[in-house]
């Protein structure tokens, strides 16, 4: 085997410790899961967080991306049909000008 150079001895010490660190974290949460219940209890009465509304809007934007603009166009629309409903009601009825 040939000699290892010392970046790469670092890069396995910091993969062993992250690998450390990760396991400690998961045994100290699984230690502690009725704290985290509480806490759990506590967010979850608070309503959905800035991030999770933020993933939901992207969510949301992927589903439909022009679900937005769709919206516009049939109020568009409406309004449109309105005016023309408006304007053609108007020219069947005699004004007192055309009398």
């Known amino acids: ?12 010490a ?4 992250i ?4 396991n400690l974290l998961m045994v100290s949460l699984l230690r502690s ?8 209890r506590h967010l979850r009465s608070r309503g959905p967080s800035r991030t999770v509304r933020a993933i939901q809007s ?3 934007i992927a589903r439909d991306p022009f679900k937005e603009d769709r919206k516009q166009l049939d109020e568009l629309s409406k309004m449109v049909a309105r005016i023309q409903k408006t304007s053609s009601s108007d ?9």
Request: glycine fraction near 4%.
């Open 19 to 22: 690998t450390v660190a990760v």
């Open 33 to 40: 899961r009725e704290k985290m219940d509480e806490v759990g």
């Open 14 to 17: 910091a993969i062993i410790v």
């Open 91 to 99: 020219e069947a009825e005699p004004g007192p000008q055309e009398k």
């Open 58 to 60: 992207m969510r949301e």
């Open 1 to 12: 085997m040939d000699k290892l150079s010392p970046l790469a001895w670092l890069a396995i």
